[in-house]
């Protein structure tokens, strides 16, 4: 079970209306690498993890990683706030405008809505806990470029506190992969 805290994990501060940089942000909102995936991803590998510990950390991971959902959802509505039908069509936002008005739908940076598809559970550990591994550095790197796309100095320390947590995200899931690793070994689990 999951208990809710009425809070951001992080702050979010945005100092202007940016509409495209809103729609840029999908990409870790909606897309195939984005923190939506990451959530959904590691809550259903839990299962068939073959120790308490690895099932421990991708349940605390895809946790977090719900709660980095909540905060760049938060960044895109706080980036949207306000903004009028002409403002958006005039921003490339039209047919977004025309779908969900300002709802904050999950879509990547193009308006392909969120699959499934996108993540994998093979129920092989090892192979699991590598897709893991690249898919923290994809969010590392698609974090780095959405960096490099705002001048807006409250969304870049938002969004470097999270490129961070894909950093350590990426040597915990290595630390997993070698006890799990070990562990097979022991049990000559093949
Ligand atoms: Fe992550």
Do not use: C
Request: glycine letters at 6%; a neutral charge; zero cysteines.
């Amino acid at each position: 079970m999951w208990l809710y805290e009425k809070k951001l994990q992080y702050p979010v501060r945005v100092y202007n209306r940016d509409l495209r940089m809103a729609k840029f942000l999908m990409a870790q909102y909606g897309g195939p690498d984005s923190e939506l995936s990451a959530a959904v991803r590691y809550l259903t590998q839990r299962y068939t993890m073959p120790t308490n510990k690895a099932k421990g950390l991708l349940t605390d991971i895809g946790t977090e990683e719900l709660a980095h959902w909540e905060i760049i959802g938060t960044m895109i509505y706080r980036l949207l706030q306000g903004a009028t039908p002409e403002q958006l069509r005039r921003e490339g936002l039209g047919s977004y405008f025309a779908l969900h008005d300002q709802a904050v739908y999950p879509a990547d940076a193009n308006g392909v809505p969120w699959t499934a598809a996108y993540i994998q559970a093979t129920g092989d550990p090892v192979a699991d806990l590598h897709e893991n591994l690249a898919a923290e550095q994809k969010a590392r790197a698609t974090y780095e470029r959405l960096i490099r796309l705002t001048d807006d100095p409250g969304v870049k320390d938002t969004l470097r506190f999270l490129r961070e947590r894909e950093v350590v995200h990426f040597q915990r899931f290595g630390e997993a992969l070698n006890d799990v690793q070990e562990e097979m070994a022991r049990k000559k689990i093949f």
